[in-house]
T-cell receptor, first 113, second 114 residues
């Protein structure tokens, strides 16, 4: 069962515009969420996180929004740059039970110059 | 500070063989987690080690095992390889392994099973 879903396998955006990557989850026990970015031939790198006590977290050009009632989070990149072209993974975790992150299947973002 | 290193980077094996992958965490990091990445499934958690003890385990068969040494280096072993084990295996380290502790990933080992 895919508890964390990224339904868009790919996304293309023009340079300078906003990129919006979406992630849905099914387990209401998840209370901590992260986004990772992955370039080819490299491991994922941490981008930004959000706790369920917040609905928004910003870090420079990157903002993550959390809608708990809809079990939905999104990553906004503004403005998008060609160097942002990568695969983006969202991940979720819960405080109880085994410690682990559940990752989505990833969205490949291509920023067109 | 050196990043997470994984060896080997590429590996080709045949069905039925076994394989051992190695991960050296960032100096001072005591938690090492292993993930399997496949195109359709994303990153799936295998297990986590902290101070030489397996702390958590994902839903993988017993053919997948691991261990951690006193210097925090970790190895993952897969026995009786199957075609479906072909994947990118990633390890990640963090200082304490807490959920809010940033995980740093290595570049991965690409395993191909023929």
């Amino acid at each position: 069962d895919q508890q964390v879903k990224q339904n868009s396998p790919s996304l293309s955006v023009q340079e300078g515009r906003i990129s919006i990557l979406n992630c849905d989850y099914t387990n209401s026990m998840f209370d901590y969420f992260l986004w990772y970015k992955k370039y080819p031939a490299e491991g994922p790198t941490f981008l930004i996180s959000i706790s369920s006590i917040k609905d928004k977290n910003e870090d420079g050009r990157f903002t993550v929004f959390l809608n708990k009632s809809a079990k939905h989070l999104s990553l906004h990149i503004v403005p998008s740059q060609p160097g942002d072209s990568a695969v983006y993974f969202c991940a979720a975790s819960r405080i109880s039970g085994t410690y682990k992150y559940i990752f989505g299947t990833g969205t490949r973002l291509k920023v067109l110059a | 500070k050196a990043g997470v290193t994984q060896t080997p980077r590429y590996l080709i094996k045949t069905r039925g063989q076994q394989v051992t992958l190695s991960c050296s965490p960032i100096s001072g990091h005591r938690s090492v987690s292993w993930y399997q990445q496949t195109p359709g499934q994303g990153l799936q958690f295998l297990f986590e080690y902290f101070s030489e003890t397996q702390r958590n385990k994902g839903n993988f068969p017993g053919r997948f095992s691991g261990r951690q040494f006193s210097n925090s280096r970790s190895e993952m072993n897969v026995s009786t390889l199957e075609l479906g084990d072909s994947a990118l295996y990633l390890c990640a380290s963090s200082q304490t392994g807490s959920r809010t502790d940033t995980q740093y990933f290595g570049p991965g080992t690409r395993l191909t099973v023929l």
